[in-house]
């Protein structure tokens, strides 16, 4: 359930239903972004705090905003600023002092899963408000000014402006509402693109296209591959089932003496699936299992693939995907095939549709057939 924390502890109210609390977390997403944070000044948001009924309280860490009616809640409910540091400096232009407003909009009990329907549940209520988000997607490790990604995901739904930017946004805790200056976290976007192995993954509409959001990074060495393959799988239910998305990827491999067919498909919303299909490779093949696939004939896969494959990867859901091992998995057997590259392998043709958005899988350094 998201829990607006200004309502947590008021009169005993535990027992809010869910269309409540999703209102009153609408109604400060409104006002959040009609806000006026005169260049993200201290005196400016000073004077918001004061209209949304936050007491302003320095911290050693930036500014944590208490709501004056709740003297008692909790700590991890409390509002933050992020003020200008050494991590930030390099990325405001404007003579900005913070770079984020964070608000905390529920703090879920049951892991990973609890955090991904918490945030579902929000994004759905704001997506009816304010309609579609202009990007989305999952900043993956590190986030905007070098962030550490909370464990359980970092899936993001941005509503674009041009000074200011609201975003739904995974904390280590669960979903926060979190109010921006548009250019610092676009310039930080920017930086990364070039060639860098941790880039962001991220979801844009074609719409938005010269946003601010950055190119791609392809490697040719297959342990760093197989590394920012695991960071890709590790999260991606939390991921998906928070973003209210499903992926349908199809992996083309050059395996000599083939013309570079499907080799896996990964199927990927409530839960995570890959299949391995060997018909277009010959028989003189290492034994599937030695790299840990399992026989549809021991056990059909769980979930729809468009592709007849005799093997798979078992199916995973949110916090149980040991994303490493799974990446090793196919990379193995990619090496095994005799694949001799990771540019040598791309993605089938509409894997970057989801929806209404185009998808960049930044941190998949791979890309759809041109």
């Known amino acids: 359930m998201a829990v607006f924390p200004m309502d947590m502890q008021r009169n005993g109210e535990f027992g809010m239903t869910v269309d409540r609390d999703n209102a009153r977390v609408v109604d400060l997403a409104r006002q959040l972004r009609g806000a006026e944070t005169g260049g993200w000044s201290e005196a400016a948001l000073r004077v918001i705090a004061d209209g949304l009924g936050w007491r302003w309280q320095d911290d050693v860490s930036g500014p944590r905003l208490v709501a004056v ?72 490790d590190p986030g905007p000014f070098y962030d550490s990604a909370p464990l359980w995901g970092s899936p993001f739904l941005r509503w674009r402006q041009r000074e200011n930017t609201l975003e739904l946004h995974a904390g280590e805790r669960g979903p926060e509402l979190l109010l921006q200056p ?15 192995p941790y880039a962001v993954g991220a979801n844009r509409d074609p719409a938005n296209a010269g946003l601010g959001f950055p190119g791609r990074w392809h490697t040719d060495d297959w342990d760093i591959f197989a590394r920012a393959l695991g960071d890709f799988l590790g999260a991606l239910p939390a991921e998906t089932h928070a973003l209210g998305i499903e992926l349908d990827l199809g992996f083309h491999a050059r395996v000599p ?68 091992r799974l990446a090793r998995m196919m990379v193995d057997t990619l090496r095994g095939l005799g694949v001799a590259s990771p540019r040598d392998l791309s993605l089938s043709d509409h894997a970057q549709r989801v929806g209404d958005y185009h998808v960049d899988y930044y941190g998949l350094t791979l890309e759809e057939n041109p």
Not at 118 to 133: C, I, P, Q
Not at 287 to 303: E, K, V
Request: glycine share 14%; net charge negative.
């Open 257 to 324: 003496g083939t013309y570079g067919p499907v080799v896996f498909h990964l199927a990927c919303g409530e839960r995570l699936e890959i299949v391995y299909d060997t018909e277009e490779l010959g028989e003189d093949i290492a034994d599937p299992g030695s790299c840990g696939w399992i026989p549809h004939t021991t056990r059909p896969a769980a979930l729809d693939h468009w592709i007849e494959a005799p093997y798979h990867s078992g199916d995973f859901g949110i916090g149980e995907v040991d994303g490493s």
């Open 182 to 196: 548009t250019d610092p976290v676009e310039n930080w976007f920017w930086r990364q693109g070039h060639g860098e």
């Open 69 to 140: 009616a709740e003297p008692n809640a909790a700590p991890q409910w409390a509002a933050r600023l992020r003020p200008v540091g050494r991590f930030e400096k390099d990325f405001v232009h404007g003579g900005e002092e913070f770079v984020g407003l964070y608000v905390p909009v529920a703090l879920p009990e049951d892991g990973a899963v609890g955090k991904a329907a918490a945030f579902r549940t929000v994004a759905e209520a704001l997506t009816r408000e304010f309609g579609r988000a202009s990007i989305m997607g999952a900043y993956g």
